[in-house]
Nanobody, 123 residues
Framework: VQLQASGGGLVQPGGSLRLSCAISGLALEKNNIGWFRQAPGKQRERVSCTSSDDGSAYYADSVKGRFAISRDNAKNTVYLQMSSLKPEDAAVYYC?????????????????WGQGTQVTVSS
């Protein structure tokens, strides 16, 4: 199983980015996929996940209304559309597969992780 995260970069506050997580080695339609982030000196935190179990999505309170997760099963890719970005959104973003994502709950652990993509929000 391989996950390839991409789409990070430098953006000004209020700007937008779309992250992509291309997945190989497992069937996306049968797996829950999530995004995590970790800023320097901080613990990794849950951002969002999309559930194949019940079709639901989870968002951390800090990103609700600004981020949107979506999946393209045909392309085996999950996206994280990030809008109205704030400096506190700056972090390395990781995608992960085969995690708990059901009934609005997102687990912390996963056996499969991508390499991370850096998001910098600065003027």
């Amino acid at each position: 199983v391989q996950l390839q995260a991409s789409g990070g970069g430098l953006v000004q506050p209020g700007g937008s980015l779309r992250l992509s997580c291309a997945i190989s080695g497992l069937a996306l339609e049968k797996n829950n996929i999530g995004w995590f982030r970790q800023a320097p000196g901080k613990q990794r935190e849950r951002v969002s996940c999309t559930s194949s179990d019940d079709g639901s999505a989870y968002y951390a309170d800090s990103v609700k209304g600004r981020f949107a997760i979506s999946r393209d099963n045909a392309k085996n890719t999950v996206y994280l559309q990030m809008s109205s970005l704030k400096p506190e959104d700056a972090a390395v973003y990781y995608c992960a597969a085969d995690l708990v994502c059901v009934l609005g709950v997102m687990g912390q652990g996963s056996d499969y992780w991508g390499q991370g993509t850096q998001v910098t929000v600065s003027s």
